[in-house]
């Protein structure tokens, strides 16, 4: 909890934090967490986009080991709390330290990852940090430009990176016994049901679109409403045609997060609105049909108001089910600690789902106060802290007897 306090000290502004991808102040928090790695008896590297990774040796020597990856991201929303990402990178690198501490011999590495962009609030990519880690980076995200025109190419050079080397930097995944994240909660389901931890099932699958709304601007004072093509009322009517469309189906959630308008005069029919719609639910089929009802109705309110308007798809990932035999293990850990095993949904994305793609996930959450997350009011107690660390510490030693060799 301390080492939260201290990262939370490295911010891009002053008065609240945020961590960007290729910032001094990312840069900053990953060395401090270096030397914490190092401090545990790791191996400390980054590779080529800038992810930081801890090795923790298996005990083994003289012959290939598969490897065990544990971690989450260092990188924050803007305005953040300090515990979304870095608590999960802080929880396995405790893990790591009670295994040297208790010279726990293992017959497997534990990677220990923190990944350098999650969040995606420089250059709007999801997991490029763990997509590359993966290499299932699009090239295409290397073109991606942030609000002063760099690319996201030319900000891995800033930090000593290399966008030519992500292909040939792809890890190995063949002897790889899985990906396992904690992470707070960021939903008030674990708070409700008064126990500190619990095990993720599924993570929602997310659609991601820019709608854009075009009527014609005019005089607020002399344009008859009879003759008006409002790009923002027709914008007004699909917001709460989304919010309506969300809750008539069970698991649904569906936001509006940002609406721009032009010419954003108080005396001026605004000529055009744009709107980001994210969609988000664990079933790809359902996500996928709520999608295309909501283009239908964008259609509908944009005929009827004679305004036009086009809906551009900008990034999806699908739902990821948490493999059963390592959620399988890790429930057996939070039993272990005599915590009844709750399962739960994550509506949040997390580094997991590209890992999820080449490699067996599981996740654990973390009770948060109030179900609050992205906010500087974000809290997890550290009762609730010892508890997962706990469950990380028995995590990894049913892991080791279940990969020891058959003599």
Do not use: K
């Amino acid at each position: 909890m301390e080492r939260c306090d201290v990262l939370a000290g490295h911010s891009e502004e002053p008065g609240r934090l945020t961590r960007r991808y290729g910032t001094p102040a990312l840069r900053a928090a990953q060395e401090v967490t270096a030397g914490w790695m190092r401090g545990a008896g790791m191996a400390v590297h980054r590779d080529p986009i800038g992810n930081l990774i801890g090795r923790y040796p298996a005990s083994t020597e003289g012959r290939e080991t598969p490897a065990l990856l544990l971690g989450s991201h260092l990188d924050t929303v803007r305005d953040a709390g300090q515990y979304d990402g870095a608590l999960g990178v802080l929880v396995a690198l405790a893990a790591v330290q009670g295994l040297r501490d208790g010279d726990e011999h293992l017959p497997f590495a534990v990677d220990v990852v923190a990944f350098a962009d999650e969040e995606g609030l420089r250059f709007h990519g999801a997991y490029l940090g763990s997509r590359a880690f993966t290499g299932t980076l699009d090239p295409a995200a290397l073109s991606l430009r942030d609000v002063d025109g760099i690319t996201f190419a030319e900000a891995i050079r800033s930090v000593d990176g290399d966008p030519d080397a992500l292909p040939a930097a792809r890890v190995d995944f063949s002897d790889l016994l899985g990906y396992v994240e904690t992470h707070i909660e960021q939903g008030p389901v674990l708070e409700a049901l008064a126990v500190p931890i619990g095990v993720v099932s599924a993570i929602a699958g997310q659609s991601r679109l820019d709608v854009r709304f075009g009527g014609e601007a005019g005089h607020a004072g002399t344009v008859p409403m009879t003759r008006r093509r409002d790009a923002l009322c027709a914008a007004a009517e699909f917001v709460l045609t989304v919010e309506a469309a969300a809750r008539e189906r069970a698991g649904v959630v569906a936001t509006v997060g940002q609406i721009t308008v032009e010419p954003g005069a108080r005396n001026v029919v605004p000529g055009t609105a744009a709107l980001t719609l994210d969609v988000r639910h664990e079933d790809d089929a359902v996500r996928d049909a709520v999608v295309r009802h909501l283009e239908l109705r964008a259609r509908e309110i944009a005929d009827r108001r004679d305004v036009e308007v086009a809906c551009r798809p900008v990034g999806a990932s699908n739902g990821v089910r948490c493999d059963p035999d390592l959620s399988a293990v890790l429930a057996r850990a939070v039993e272990a600690v005599g915590c009844p095993v709750r399962r739960l949904l994550s509506g949040a994305g997390h580094d997991a789902v590209a890992l999820a793609a080449l490699a067996p996930v599981a996740m654990l959450f973390v009770r948060c106060a109030g179900g609050i997350s992205h906010h500087p009011a974000e809290s997890v107690s550290v009762e609730d802290v010892s508890v997962a660390i706990e469950v990380m510490d028995h995590f990894l030693v049913a892991m080791a007897h279940r990969s020891l060799p058959v003599a």
